[in-house]
């Protein structure tokens, strides 16, 4: 449980500061392969101001989902807070979940919750 949450701590921190190729590697190996961290700042282009990691949810052993209160601002935009999901797959290759494998979050799992 502590790689899970040590895996999301990171991916929302790099997100926070913005640093997209940092974030890139914490993601599953799967999205990995013909995505670049240029496009998942395309599609991850909020400004988070703060977060806060909550409950993680055992999907399966290879599974966990985990929620995230998210204050968010936009230029014009007053701030808003938002709960998210992050859904985190253990990989040994893309496609391969196994239990020997690494944690890594699907960004595209975040993006339901804040848009």
């Given at each position: 449980?502590?790689d899970i949450?040590?895996t999301i701590?990171?991916?929302m ?5 913005g640093?997209?190729k940092?974030?890139?590697q914490?993601?599953t190996?799967t999205?990995k ?5 240029k496009q998942?700042?395309?599609?991850l282009?909020?400004?988070i101001?703060?977060f806060k990691?909550?409950?993680a949810?055992?999907s399966t052993?290879?599974v966990y989902?985990v929620?995230?209160?998210?204050r968010t ?9 938002k ?6 797959v253990?990989?040994?290759?893309p496609?391969r979940?196994?239990?020997?494998g690494?944690?890594g979050?699907?960004?595209?799992s ?6």
């Open positions: 449980m502590e949450k040590e701590e990171k991916f921190s790099a997100w926070k500061n640093e997209y940092e974030l890139h914490l993601c190996k999205y392969v013909g995505n670049t961290s998942l700042e395309a599609i282009n909020q400004n101001t703060s990691v909550g409950k949810e055992k052993d290879v989902d929620e995230i209160s998210v601002k936009g230029m014009r935009k007053k701030a808003k807070s709960t998210i999901t992050a859904r985190l253990k990989e040994s290759k496609f979940p196994s239990e020997t690494e944690w979050v699907n960004p595209i975040v993006l339901k919750g804040i848009n």
